[in-house]
Every structure is written in structure tokens, then in C-alpha cells.
């Protein structure tokens, strides 16, 4: 890449003032180093990505609305989760957190653990029971 | 309290980290040449992994080994520590500043409250240096930023414990001791040798062999998996290959500037020349993530798309390939 080819596109650092570090050659091929305000194909691919975490969400908030899934499903698909991450910050099994996706099996769950999924979502202990959707 | 630490921006974290520490500590080092004999360089595909709900992709080792190698092949002592608790290791972390060390940290991104909301991810490998404390906050210095930063006391103890994969645990380390002569010709050769190496394996899923597995792969995504998934893989790759700490071009331009430095110290034209064919590469790889991009956003993509993909993809390894080989003959 070339100094004067390093992309300085719109993207999501560029509301934060945030530009990052690129490795580009001057005009006889001389590594130095340039700043990077963004790239576009970059920024498709984490748009991508943020894309298809929204839609996990919102397919989320649905299941909880219509009963099939509890608030849990919802928040770790918010937090970006998957039900590994959640084991960890939770410091449950993961077959003791599927069992609490299953809306009948939420609602018996004691503040104890609930206080621990709030914890992990940084959330509070209301947000999170009175969650409906 | 605050040491006299001085923050120089990086491609990458760990890179960075490493060489800011090595600089404070007396050891004028840049980040190319940390990268380079830390033989920073690799490909791995790791497709029983899922991150972010697609297989897993790597251009780098394990998180640690760059700088690990580093110290190794320079004799450099490292000491590194993990905690039971914010407790113990916030106490460790304040001595530390106390007696005027700098201190790296390995940390969670999703509650870095100074990275970009879109940017926070579960990713656990990110690392920075903690150079000083006021009463509420610590003075960050994170390498991929312009600029030092703060946290609060809550904020850095959220992060140092996050969990998941490569969750760490409160790891700290910073060098303890860096001898006076230091062979840096002797380290570079060796370097590059393990790298030629790791990229040469005869390992399905690793190095050149592992981004031919990879073009296979992507010919057949889309019938296997149907395209909304096949494109959510591509814009894994393209996001590994990419996003803040490659430098560019999946770490092939820093290694180009490693090669540069290398071809000085050892003497030697060829790395020179073969610096030019690295860019050469990276520049590939830039296009591939072009196109991939152009796949993906327009959606309506028919299989012959993957496969032209999947062409340059291989074109790219087979570059690799020879590139290694002479490589690996230069030094």
C-alpha cells in the first residue's frame, strides 16, 4: 500500500477524532507509517457483523414477547454473547443457563441468580425480571 | 502518582505494548521489529471455533507470543503474573506504579469505555500499559489510540477480568531485565526461519495450506450454508484480515517494514527485494477484502462469485508459497 493510497473513508471510529496506524510505502517503496481515519470494505464487514447481531436481538425480543424465550436469551444476545461468554461471567454450566432460556423456568428463579445475570449485563435486577419485550 | 512513560501510537496492540515498554525500559525497538522476530506473521483456520457465531480466523499466534518469543530470542526476562481477583491484582498493579514500572495488561474490549460502542467486542487478547493513577481514575496508555487515556478504578477492573475465551485473568507483565549486548542479527535470522517455518507447515488448517483449506471452503459455503451465512463467514475473514491492529493487509505490510529493517541489520539486499513482494501480497489481500466486500453488500450473489473468490484467495497462497521458499533460502 502506498502513502498516498491509505484509505481515509467515513466509518465508525471517525465520530470519536479516532484515526488508526497503517504501514505504507513512500514513492521508493520506503516503509513508514501513515494515519487512517477508515476503509470502506472495513467498514462493511463490521457493519456486517453489528447487522447481524441486531438481528439475533430483535429475534430475540420477539421470542420473549410471544413466551418462548426468557429475558435471558434477550440480554446476552444484546450483550453480544453467545452462552460460553455468559457461563464465564456468570460462573454457571451452560446447560444450567439453557435451562433458564425456558420463560417457566426464569420465572422460579431465585434474586440470587437473577443479581448474577444483572451483574453480567449491567443491568438491574428490575430491568432485567420485568423485561417484557 | 504517574511514571515518565511515553505513549507512541501502534498498528497493533500487542506489538505496541511490547515495543513502548522495551523504549521506556532503555531498548530503542519498533514495532516491525517486534512483530518480526516475535515472528508475529501466521494464518490459522480454526473452523470448530465459532467467534461471533462464524469459524474462527487468525493472521496472528496466540495472544502473549509475540512478545514471548520476543523476549526469548533477545534474553529479555519478563515477568508475568495472573490474579485470583481485582483485589490482589489492583494491588499489584499500584506497587507497581509506586516504584515507577509501567505496567502491560492483557484486557477484555467490550467494557473498554474509550474504544467506539461498534467496536466492543467479546474479545479478549487486547493489551495495554497502565502508567500512573489518580484518586478516581488510571492513566491508560492503549497503543492503538492516538492519544493516552484514563479508566476508572471500576472500568479497568471490569476489563482485566473478562470473561470468555483467552479470558486474562488479571495477567500483568512487564520486563525485568534487558541485557547490555544485545545480537539482533542472530534473533532476526532465527525469527525469520520460524516464521518461513509456521507458514510452510504441512498442517491442513495453518499457513499457506490453511488459506488454500480456506479458498476450498468458500467454493462451497454458499450451497452448504446459503448465502446469508456464507456472506457472514466472508466478512469474518475480511474483519480478522482487517480491523484496528492488523497495520493493513493481514499484518503483511508490518512485516514488509520488518523486512526493511531486517535487509539494514543482517546486510543483505534480498530482504529488501523480498520486502517489495510482501507489499506485493498485502495488496492482494487489500483487493480480496475489496471484492469480498462488494459480495456482501450487494446480497444477490450467484455461486460464481465464491468461486472467483475463492481464485484469488488461492492466488494469494500460492504467492505465499513461493514467497516463504525463497525466503527461508535468503537467510
Redesign the interface.
Known amino acids: 500500500m502506498k502513502e498516498s493510497e491509505v484509505p481515509q473513508d467515513k466509518s465508525n471510529i471517525e465520530s470519536l477524532n479516532m484515526r488508526e496506524l497503517c504501514y505504507a510505502t513512500d514513492e521508493k517503496g520506503n516503509y513508514t507509517t501513515a494515519l487512517s481515519s477508515g476503509w470502506e470494505p472495513k467498514t462493511i464487514a463490521l457493519n456486517n457483523a453489528l447487522e447481524d447481531i441486531k438481528e439475533r436481538t430483535e429475534e430475540a425480543r420477539q421470542q420473549v414477547i410471544n413466551g418462548v424465550a426468557s429475558p435471558v436469551v434477550y440480554f446476552m444476545e444484546l450483550s453480544k454473547m453467545d452462552i460460553g461468554i455468559l457461563a464465564g461471567y456468570v460462573g454457571m454450566w451452560q446447560w444450567r443457563i439453557k435451562r433458564h432460556f425456558k420463560p417457566k423456568v426464569f420465572a422460579g428463579l431465585s434474586d440470587k441468580v437473577l443479581q448474577k445475570y444483572a451483574t453480567a449485563f449491567l443491568i438491574t435486577i428490575d430491568e432485567f425480571k420485568n423485561f417484557k419485550g | 502518582m504517574t511514571t515518565d512513560f511515553k505513549h507512541h501510537?501502534?498498528?497493533h496492540c500487542e506489538n505496541g505494548v511490547a515495543s513502548n515498554l522495551l523504549k521506556h525500559n532503555g531498548l530503542n525497538i519498533s514495532e516491525?521489529m517486534v512483530f518480526g522476530i516475535g515472528s508475529g506473521l501466521f494464518f490459522v483456520y480454526l473452523p470448530f471455533i465459532?467467534v461471533?457465531?462464524a469459524p474462527a480466523f487468525s493472521y496472528r499466534p496466540l495472544p502473549g507470543a509475540i512478545f514471548g518469543r520476543l523476549a526469548k530470542r533477545l534474553g529479555i526476562k519478563v515477568k508475568r503474573q495472573k490474579f485470583s481477583g481485582p483485589k490482589s491484582a489492583g494491588k499489584a498493579l499500584d506497587d507497581n506504579l509506586k516504584n515507577n514500572i509501567p505496567s502491560g495488561l492483557q484486557v477484555g474490549v467490550?467494557n473498554l469505555t474509550y474504544f467506539?460502542e461498534?467496536?466492543?467486542?467479546?474479545f479478549n487478547a487486547h493489551n495495554l500499559v497502565v502508567y500512573g493513577k489518580t484518586e478516581t481514575d488510571y492513566l491508560i496508555s492503549d497503543p492503538?489510540?492516538?492519544t493516552t487515556t484514563t479508566l476508572t478504578i471500576e472500568e479497568l477492573d471490569r476489563v482485566r477480568f473478562a470473561?470468555?475465551?483467552f479470558?486474562p485473568k488479571g495477567q500483568m507483565y512487564y520486563p525485568i531485565h534487558i541485557p547490555k549486548d544485545i545480537d539482533f542479527a542472530k534473533a532476526i535470522t532465527k525469527a525469520i526461519k520460524a516464521t518461513c517455518r509456521d507458514m510452510l507447515a504441512p498442517v491442513p488448517i495453518v499457513g499457506v495450506r490453511g488459506i488454500k483449506y480456506v479458498a476450498k471452503q468458500i467454493r462451497k459455503w454458499p450451497v452448504k450454508l446459503g448465502v446469508r451465512k456464507a456472506?457472514?463467514y466472508l466478512?469474518?475473514i475480511?474483519?480478522m484480515q482487517?480491523?484496528?491492529g492488523t497495520?493493513?493487509?493481514g499484518f503483511r505490510?508490518?512485516y514488509?517494514?520488518f523486512l526493511?529493517e531486517a535487509a539494514v541489520v543482517l546486510k543483505n539486499d534480498q530482504l529488501k527485494e523480498l520486502?517489495?513482494e510482501m507489499?506485493a501480497i498485502?495488496?492482494m489481500w487489500?483487493d480480496f477484502?475489496?471484492e469480498?466486500?462488494r459480495v456482501?453488500?450487494k446480497r444477490s450473489a450467484k455461486p460464481d462469485v465464491y468461486n472467483l473468490l475463492a481464485d484469488q484467495l488461492t492466488a494469494i497462497a500460492e504467492k505465499e508459497e513461493q514467497f516463504f521458499k525463497k525466503l527461508r533460502k535468503a537467510v
Open positions: 501510537q501502534s498498528a516491525p465459532k461471533n457465531h467490550y467506539p461498534d467496536y466492543r467486542f467479546h492503538v489510540m492516538e470473561k470468555g475465551a479470558a456472506n457472514h466478512a469474518q475480511v474483519r482487517e480491523e484496528i497495520g493493513g493487509g505490510f508490518i514488509a517494514a526493511q520486502s517489495f507489499t498485502g495488496d487489500r477484502a475489496v469480498a466486500g456482501y453488500k
